[in-house]
């Protein structure tokens, strides 16, 4: 009987261990387009078309490369619309022995496979696209309440041999993470972000998404995403030489109308295996080799890629299933509309919504201490700030997307991933953007109608955890602060947070 290697949509490299195993010969390829996936939340079309547009292409080039491809578009009249049921009829029509697959990205897609062995054998292969396996992370994290991102860094760094003179860090310094704080002035000049045409194939995607999907977020067009590993390392290329130069001094900023700044844009590709983490970082540290970027670009953005990204896929794994449902701070209050429409006066939330309606894209420190800073400090409820992220990013898969939200902006797990809520008032918005130049609020002013919100909110969220965070360390500058704050100025930020939390 036949083996099928069943590939999914986000595993789309010719290494993958699932195909390194394969017998061209013998073996069939198996790839399906399904309406559960595209439903289980309502993707940004861009997301949507990003997949199939690359599991298309991936498909031809396998078949170019002489392996048995057998590919079910979403409107095949036969496509039964899951996983496990496209699996179930393609073993019967093709009478297959075993499935081979590489292990899903995510929780909830395992669990769906792995149901199907009452029925059939399936043989389940370690994803190596990754530094860490699961085993080597469940090691290393031992039965610690309270993991530390720099410390696993430090452990890959040493083990992969990256950035290392010996047992000592290249540049005499771990991280250089002080130095990638610089504030943006007019006069920066950011590069253009380099923009793939659509084909043929990506063309037919398009349609087929604005036609299946017209009331999902985002919008489709211009369609710009690389769809295939040749057109992704081209973007790569372009990143390394013209952006990562500057990548490390402006990491934290944000410029209006200016959405990229000098981040790579790659998140896409490395989550759907158009990229390798590794050729990626191989390149990293050649440009500092060849003296094309300084140290504290390339280790930040090393740092981004062999130290967040895989510190919390290895949390995510670790702690799946009851990641998904923890609510430290016991957050009750419902998304608010605007984050769909963009419709606020708070403008540079207003900037990163519209900016991520258009390009599905946000960049970190937008993600981080624009959009989620918001999420905390106004108690939203965690199970719909992780949709709404997995929803519009178009690299958002959960393993990546739950433990940056649930674990680094809403604490929501009590400090496993993060030491400390990543928190602040508007005076650090206003520090790293432009943004408060054109907001209808004044960032100066802390309370009153025409404050800040971020102002009051911050020490009303403070003001409002004290048996949770009090005792927190990092936090015990900021409540020496609000300890001395007069009783009127506490009662003002109430105030001022009970009105506009009020009418969110
Ligand atoms: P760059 O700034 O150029 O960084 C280079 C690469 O480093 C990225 O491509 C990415 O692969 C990796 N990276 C950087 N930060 C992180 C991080 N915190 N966790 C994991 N990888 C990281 N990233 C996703 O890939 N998918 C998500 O769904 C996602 N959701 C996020 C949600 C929140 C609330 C936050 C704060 C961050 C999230 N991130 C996510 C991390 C980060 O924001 C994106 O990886 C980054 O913005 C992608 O843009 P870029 O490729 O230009 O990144
Ligand atoms: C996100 C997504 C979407 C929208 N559609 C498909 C699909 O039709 N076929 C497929 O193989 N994968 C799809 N994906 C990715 C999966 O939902 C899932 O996130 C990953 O396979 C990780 O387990
Ligand atoms: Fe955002 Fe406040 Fe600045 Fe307005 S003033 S842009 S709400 S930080």
């Known amino acids: 009987m036949k083996n099928l290697v069943f590939i999914l949509g986000d595993q789309l490299n010719q290494q993958i261990s699932s195909l390194s195993k394969c017998d061209k010969s013998k073996d069939l390829i198996f790839m399906c387009e399904v309406l559960a996936e595209t439903k289980y939340v309502k993707h940004h079309k861009k997301k949507i078309a990003l997949i199939f547009s690359a599991m298309r292409h991936f498909a031809q080039e396998l078949s170019q490369k002489g392996f048995n491809v057998i590919y079910v578009n979403l409107d095949d009249p036969d496509n039964t619309g899951s996983f496990k049921n496209e699996l179930l009829r393609a073993s019967k029509q093709y009478s297959i022995g075993k499935i081979t697959v590489t292990k899903p990205g995510e929780y909830r897609v395992l669990k769906e496979i792995q149901s199907l062995s009452k029925q059939l054998e399936i043989d389940i292969l370690e994803d190596d696209r990754f530094y860490s396996s699961y085993d080597e992370f469940q090691q290393w994290a031992g039965e610690s309440q309270n993991l530390r991102m720099e410390n696993f860094y430090r452990f890959m760094r040493k083990k992969?041999?990256?950035?290392?003179?010996?047992?000592?860090?290249?540049?005499?310094?771990?991280?250089?993470?002080?130095?990638?704080?610089?504030?943006?002035?007019?006069?920066?000049?950011?590069?253009?972000?380099?923009?793939?045409?659509?084909?043929?194939?990506?063309?037919?995607?398009?349609?087929?998404?604005?036609?299946?999907?017209?009331?999902?977020?985002?919008?489709?067009?211009?369609?710009?995403?690389?769809?295939?590993?040749?057109?992704?390392?081209?973007?790569?290329?372009?990143?390394?030489?013209?952006?990562?130069?500057?990548?490390?001094?402006?990491?934290?900023?944000?410029?209006?109308?200016?959405?990229?700044?000098?981040?790579?844009?790659?998140?896409?590709?490395?989550?759907?295996?158009?990229?390798?983490?590794?050729?990626?970082?191989?390149?990293?540290?050649?440009?500092?080799?060849?003296?094309?970027?300084?140290?504290?670009?390339?280790?930040?953005?090393?740092?981004?890629?062999?130290?967040?990204r895989e510190f919390v896929r290895g949390i995510y794994w670790l702690r799946m299933p009851e990641y998904a449902d923890m609510n430290f701070f016991k957050a009750k209050r419902k998304l608010p509309e605007f984050f769909w429409s963009s419709d606020t006066k708070l403008n540079c939330l207003h900037q990163c919504i519209s900016q991520t309606k258009k390009y599905a894209y946000a960049?970190?420190?937008?993600?981080?201490?624009?959009?989620?800073?918001?999420?905390?400090?106004?108690?939203?409820?965690?199970?719909?700030?992780?949709?709404?992220?997995?929803?519009?990013?178009?690299?958002?898969?959960?393993?990546?997307?739950?433990?940056?939200?649930?674990?680094?902006?809403?604490?929501?797990?009590?400090?496993?991933?993060?030491?400390?809520?990543?928190?602040?008032?508007?005076?650090?918005?206003?520090?790293?953007?432009?943004?408060?130049?054109?907001?209808?609020?004044?960032?100066?002013?802390?309370?009153?109608?025409?404050?800040?919100?971020?102002?009051?909110?911050?020490?009303?969220?403070?003001?409002?955890?004290?048996?949770?965070?009090?005792?927190?360390?990092r936090l015990s500058m900021m409540y020496a602060t609000l300890n001395k704050f007069p009783e009127n100025k506490l009662a003002d930020i109430r105030n001022s947070s009970h009105k506009f939390l009020k009418q969110l």
């Open 363 to 473: 960049h970190h420190i937008q993600r981080l201490m624009v959009l989620g800073n918001f999420a905390l400090l106004t108690g939203l409820i965690p199970k719909h700030v992780n949709e709404w992220y997995l929803i519009v990013y178009a690299d958002a898969f959960e393993w990546v997307e739950l433990p940056n939200v649930s674990g680094m902006i809403l604490f929501a797990d009590g400090g496993y991933l993060a030491s400390k809520p990543y928190s602040a008032g508007g005076s650090y918005i206003n520090k790293m953007s432009n943004y408060c130049d054109s907001c209808h609020y004044n960032v100066k002013e802390k309370t009153g109608p025409d404050a800040c919100p971020f102002n009051y909110l911050y020490w009303n969220f403070l003001d409002q955890h004290r048996d949770k965070l009090a005792n927190n360390q």
């Open 160 to 308: 992969h041999n990256i950035l290392m003179h010996g047992d000592k860090p290249v540049g005499g310094k771990w991280n250089y993470d002080k130095e990638n704080r610089k504030v943006p002035n007019k006069s920066v000049k950011i590069p253009q972000t380099l923009d793939c045409e659509t084909d043929g194939i990506t063309d037919s995607v398009l349609d087929l998404v604005e036609k299946t999907f017209p009331e999902h977020f985002g919008d489709l067009n211009p369609f710009t995403f690389a769809v295939t590993h040749k057109q992704a390392l081209r973007i790569l290329n372009h990143f390394i030489k013209h952006r990562l130069p500057y990548f490390g001094d402006y990491q934290d900023a944000m410029i209006q109308d200016q959405p990229f700044m000098y981040h790579s844009l790659i998140s896409f590709y490395l989550n759907i295996g158009l990229l390798l983490p590794k050729e990626v970082i191989h390149k990293a540290q050649k440009a500092l080799v060849d003296d094309v970027a300084p140290i504290n670009a390339v280790e930040g953005f090393i740092r981004q890629i062999l130290g967040w």
